[in-house]
């Protein structure tokens, strides 16, 4: 009796070694599944065109780049965007579904097929390109880490701050940024790490904290809603200094190259026009008689009574013309959006090329 | 082969037999379940080997361990797990004070006293622990802001960037660290021989006399540590010195604070939290524990002549101490554990300071079971502790 239990507890670890030795091969299994569940999935540009709307990924809490008003309207920077790709493919900028999500979410929402396009706030970073299952598309936004502090303060340059308190996100490249600044210029600071963004500005406003650091747009936009009764937004300063890049802009899903190809010809389209010239008011006049083949090219419309040339792009060749129509060029959206936050334009990165700044689109050609 | 399934047959007859059977089923199941949790696991990285790594960010709170963000994440770790031992050490000690102090005050005749203590656990024990730490650091946050700081000539600074008192430092005569291990000496040495002469006292009431003064052991003990420590203080040239704090402008004219012992909103905010909050709980169980004393305990006291006050500590307390310290070890835990919720209000405690390690590493499960074992350590080592305790009273007047 005792040897035949003997035995078989014998037998059951034999079993299980075995199917340990085994798991290797089904984890690679797994991965060619997934991979051909990949190949297979449709192109997220058929679904849109069939399902007749644009399920885009926003933010709700960022006065300036996409808030939802109180008349419950979303509005803003990358709202635009949104409004242009889905121009550009049915010719009616309002035929989005807005669905704002959370900082944590975004990528979730974006894999997992819930949204068509992710527009919130994103910065581009190998490590998210590489390891979410996502593309990101041209910059639309080049933002990059700041310091906000007292006008009162006198401070003008992280070099004055030995000694300040700064008040910053917990678990952010925020934070790293900040460290490396102020021990590469030798400086002594403390950190106060906050957990969430309320508790945070609450510390702020009792002048708890010298600084705040995080993005320089989301700077601008906490800055521009600063309580009156804590100041008011003439009372605070973005110091001048950038502490990092932050590059913004929208996110498809990786191997999803047809709408991939949509979303970032509709961004540089914008900054084409901007250069070229061509407004919201303008437009229609522009396509009626282009300036130039190249204007033609942009706006998929005949030059003198030649041919019209179509890039194939799977969406009408005018689709440039409609967003451009929806929502007016680069240009127009920043000076909506973002002049009114204190972000000024000039001199800055988000100048176009031709003025010093990185905003450039390729050929149309 | 017939033979074999002939065997067979006969020995799965048998219920004791088949039952085997069923179990090794059931282990098998077991087995996979386990093997394919350990396939996912083996996809992770479950060492600790990035805590070796440049750590990269700050902390607003150091306590003893000299951390900067060139250390390493151990030191980050270990500066956290400073900060939770050092608030949770302090809160034990003063909610358990203040839960004596109530426990004792509820049962006054006294209206004021026992309403009072009733009003304090009956309110602050039934709200959240949460929203209390967030009330705190409002309240600490309403404290003078720095450019209108208080000053109480240059030894105190209060504002809400943090209170700061007088405290020592090691001064630049490098001799700072002989001199603590020479106090720690004396600790010991005191210890020993008060407790020597306190053991003699009590078997032959021999007193240790000087100068025809009357020196008991708790005396003596108190001398010698002094003695010692002021002739070491000299002789190496004051090892410390007093680090007075200030309040000054830089050259932009911004007021700035440094120096001293700083007591800091966050720290003062998660500590009153605590304090208060469990001080409610060891309320009761000191009530209820003085409650559970028979009635008798009390009229003997009286009617022996001794005064309330001597009848409460000399009679109800040590009796009462059995019954208090096995549900006031719990109440230890639970303040253990909730220290945790710091995190809320920027205090970088384990949790925090782990958290962001994680997040830098991209590595959460090496680093959640890290959290988990240090919680599960400090919870039991205040366990064993409090054990001790509770063997040495339970064994007194048995």
């Known amino acids: 009796m005792r040897k035949s239990k003997l035995f078989l507890l014998f037998l059951s670890v034999m079993s299980l070694t075995l199917i340990l030795a085994c798991s290797s091969e089904t984890e690679v299994k797994e991965v060619v599944k997934e991979v051909e569940v990949m190949i297979e999935r449709p192109s997220t540009l058929k679904t849109v065109q069939d399902r007749g709307t644009l399920k885009c990924g926003v933010n709700d809490n960022l006065t300036g780049f996409g808030v939802l008003t109180s008349s419950g309207a979303f509005e803003g920077f990358d709202i635009d965007y949104c409004k242009a790709v889905a121009a550009a493919i049915f010719g009616d900028a309002s035929k989005v579904e807005y669905v704002p999500l959370t900082a944590s979410a975004r990528f979730e929402a974006l894999g997992s097929g819930e949204i068509d396009l992710l527009i919130r706030n994103t910065t581009w970073t190998a490590s998210r390109d590489r390891d979410l299952a996502n593309d990101f598309t041209a910059t639309t936004f080049y933002d990059g880490q700041g310091m906000m502090v007292y006008a009162d303060s006198g401070y003008q340059t992280i070099e004055d701050m030995e000694g300040a308190t700064v008040c910053v996100l917990q678990g952010t490249t925020t934070e790293l940024n900040l460290d490396d600044r102020f021990m590469s210029a030798g400086l002594k600071y403390t950190p106060l790490t906050f957990e969430t963004n309320d508790p945070l500005q609450a510390a702020f406003e009792e002048k708890r904290c010298d600084g705040w650091t995080t993005d320089k747009s989301g700077l601008a936009s906490k800055r521009a809603e600063f309580p009156a009764s804590a100041g008011g937004p003439d009372s605070l300063v973005v110091l001048a200094e950038t502490l990092s890049k932050e590059p913004l802009g929208p996110l498809t899903r990786d191997n999803d190259s047809k709408f991939y190809d949509v979303v970032q010809w509709v961004v540089f389209g914008l900054i084409q026009a901007e250069e070229s010239g061509i407004t919201s008011s303008n437009v229609a006049a522009m396509a009626a008689s282009p300036k130039d083949p190249g204007m033609a090219r942009l706006l998929g419309v005949p030059y003198s009574g030649g041919e019209v040339s179509d890039f194939q792009f799977g969406v009408d060749p005018t689709f440039i013309q409609h967003a451009i129509k929806a929502v007016g060029n680069y240009g127009e959206i920043y000076e909506k959006h973002l002049t009114p936050l204190g972000l000024t334009r000039a001199g800055s990165l988000n100048a176009l090329w031709t003025d010093g700044g990185l905003v450039y689109a390729p050929p149309f050609r | ?398």
Not at chain 2, 107 to 136: C, D, G, H
Not at chain 2, 220 to 243: E, H, N, R
Not at chain 2, 315 to 343: D, E
């Open chain 2, 1 to 398: 082969m017939n033979l074999f399934i002939d065997k067979l047959s006969k020995w799965s007859r048998s219920q004791r037999n088949r039952n085997l059977i069923y179990q090794i089923i059931f282990l098998l199941f077991i087995g996979l379940f386990v093997n394919y949790l350990i396939a996912k696991a083996s996809l992770l990285e479950l060492t600790l080997n990035h805590f070796n790594s440049r750590a990269g960010f700050g902390i607003s709170h150091t306590f003893l361990i000299d951390y900067s963000s060139n250390n390493d994440r151990w030191s980050a770790y270990f500066t956290g797990v400073i900060n939770t031992i050092r608030v949770c050490l302090v809160a034990i000690v003063i909610a358990t004070l203040i839960g004596t102090l109530m426990g004792v005050a509820r049962l006054s005749k006294n209206i004021l006293f026992s309403t009072i203590a009733f009003l304090y656990v009956e309110i602050l024990r039934n709200t959240p622990l949460l929203i209390q730490i967030i009330f705190w650091q409002i309240i600490f946050l309403k404290l003078p802001r720095i450019s209108e700081a208080l000053t109480l000539g240059s030894t105190v600074v209060i504002s809400n960037r943090g209170i700061l008192l007088p405290y020592a430092k090691a001064s630049e005569t490098n001799s700072s660290n002989i001199f603590l291990y020479i106090i720690l000496l004396a600790i010991i040495l005191a210890f020993c021989i008060s407790y020597y002469l306190n053991k003699r006292e009590d078997i032959d009431g021999m007193k240790f006399k000087l100068f025809n003064i009357n020196l008991n052991g708790n005396l003596t003990g108190t001398l010698i540590f002094l003695i010692i420590s002021v002739f070491a203080y000299y002789i190496l040239q004051k090892p410390y010195i007093i680090d007075l704090p200030s309040l000054y402008q830089n050259s932009k004219g911004t007021f700035l604070q440094s120096g001293g012992f700083e007591f800091s909103p966050e720290f003062g905010a998660i500590l009153f939290a605590l304090v208060i909050y469990t001080g409610t709980f060891i309320t009761e169980i000191v009530r209820g524990s003085i409650q559970s004393l028979p009635k008798g305990q009390t009229e003997a006291a009286l009617s022996l002549g001794l005064s309330n006050y001597q009848t409460m500590t000399v009679i109800l307390l040590p009796q009462a101490l059995r019954s208090i310290i096995p549900p006031l070890t719990n109440q230890f835990l639970n303040l253990t554990k909730n220290s945790s919720l710091a995190v809320v209000i920027a205090y970088p405690e384990l949790f925090m300071v782990s958290r962001t390690i994680m997040n830098n590493s991209g590595r959460a499960l090496p680093v959640f079971f890290l959290i988990l074992f240090t919680y599960l350590s400090l919870s039991l080592f205040i366990s064993v502790f409090m054990n001790l305790i509770n063997r040495r009273v339970t064994r007194i007047g048995t």
